[in-house]
C-alpha cells in the first residue's frame, strides 16, 4: 500500500491510497466520522435567558460548537476511573453571562481549560436584544461521532482514482475541442488543448461525470476507475487538526484489526 499526500491546509487534506480496496476505504473513512474522540458540549445548566430561544435550541447550538482540547488531559467518560461520573479528567466547564443588545458567538465563551476553546470564534449563537439576558454554565465531554454528530471528528469523502484513455485518432473534426467545453472541472484543467490536440493535465480531479465521453465520436475518450486506488478528502469538523484525524483513524484502525485476529485465535 502507498499514501502520498496530495495538498494539505489548516482544516482539510487530501490524500491519494494505492494497493487496497473498498473494504478498507470505507472503514478508513467511517472511522474518522465517527470514532474518533473529540470534544463538545454535552449539558447546559441555564440560569437565565430571557430570549425568544427555547434552551433546548439554544444548548444543541452550543453542541456543535468544534471545541480545541488537550488530548492528553482528557478521557472519555467510560474510560475514566469515575466511572462517568464526571470529574476534571473527563469533562470542563465553559461559561457564559451576557446582556443585550449583543450577538452572542461562540468566542463569548469563558472555559476554565485554557485547552479547551472554540475552534471558530465567529459561529453565532442567540441574538440578544435590549433588557434581554442569558447565563449559563456549559459542561464539555469527549465522545465519539457514531454516538452524536456533534463528536464527528471530520468530513470524509473519498473516490477511485480515473484512468483517462485518449484515443487522438477518432478525436479530430469538427467534435474537437467539445470535451474541455463540457467538462465540470475545465477550471482544474483536467482536459486542455494543446496544438490542436486534447491533453489531460490533472486527471486527479475527474469526478467521472462522463461528459467529455458523450460529446466525443464513440471511442474518442475512455474514462475508467482504478479500483485499487483512492483519493481521499478530508475536512476536520473537530478541534483535531486533519493530519491528526488520519493518523488517528488508521491507529483505531489497526486496533481493530489486532483485536480481531485476537479474536479469531481464540476459535482455533
Keep these: ?14 490524500f491519494l491510497v494505492e494497493g487496497t480496496n473498498y ?20 449539558w447546559v ?6 430570549t425568544p430561544m427555547p434552551d433546548e435550541v439554544v444548548a444543541n447550538r452550543l453542541g456543535q460548537v468544534p471545541l480545541t482540547f488537550d488530548e492528553k488531559a482528557y478521557e472519555l467518560p467510560e474510560n475514566c476511573k469515575c466511572e462517568g461520573k464526571t470529574c476534571s479528567r ?14 452572542v458567538y461562540s468566542g463569548d465563551l469563558k472555559s476554565k481549560d485554557k485547552s479547551v476553546r472554540p475552534v471558530f470564534d465567529k459561529i453565532p449563537i442567540v441574538e440578544l436584544f435590549e433588557g434581554e439576558e442569558i447565563e449559563f454554565e456549559a459542561f464539555a465531554q469527549l465522545g465519539l461521532g ?20 485518449i484515443n487522438s485518432r477518432e478525436c ?25 490536440k486534447i491533453v489531460m493535465n490533472n486527471p486527479m480531479m475527474c469526478n467521472a461525470c462522463l461528459q467529455c465521453v458523450d460529446v466525443c465520436p464513440k471511442g474518442a475518450i475512455k474514462v475508467e476507475m482504478i479500483e485499487d486506488s483512492f483519493i481521499f478528502n478530508v475536512e476536520s469538523a473537530s478541534g483535531l487538526s486533519p493530519e491528526e484525524v488520519v493518523v488517528k483513524a ?4 489497526e486496533e481493530k484489526s489486532t483485536d480481531l485476529e485476537k479474536s479469531l485465535g481464540k476459535l482455533k
Design 1 to 14: 500500500m502507498k499514501v502520498k499526500v496530495l495538498s494539505k491546509n489548516e482544516r482539510e487534506i487530501s
Design 23 to 42: 473494504a478498507f476505504a470505507n472503514e478508513l473513512r467511517r472511522i474518522m466520522i465517527g470514532e474518533i474522540p473529540t470534544m463538545a458540549i454535552e
Design 45 to 50: 445548566d441555564f440560569r437565565s435567558n430571557d
Design 90 to 103: 473527563c469533562q470542563t466547564e465553559l461559561v457564559l453571562k451576557k446582556k443585550g443588545p449583543w450577538m
Design 146 to 165: 457514531k454516538k452524536n454528530a456533534k463528536w464527528q471528528g471530520a468530513v470524509v469523502g473519498y473516490k477511485n482514482v480515473p484512468n483517462i484513455t
Design 172 to 196: 479530430t473534426g469538427e467534435s474537437c475541442g467539445k470535451c474541455v467545453e463540457k467538462c465540470v472541472k475545465r477550471n482544474e484543467s483536467v482536459l486542455t488543448m494543446e496544438k490542436g
Design 250 to 253: 488508521a491507529e483505531r484502525l
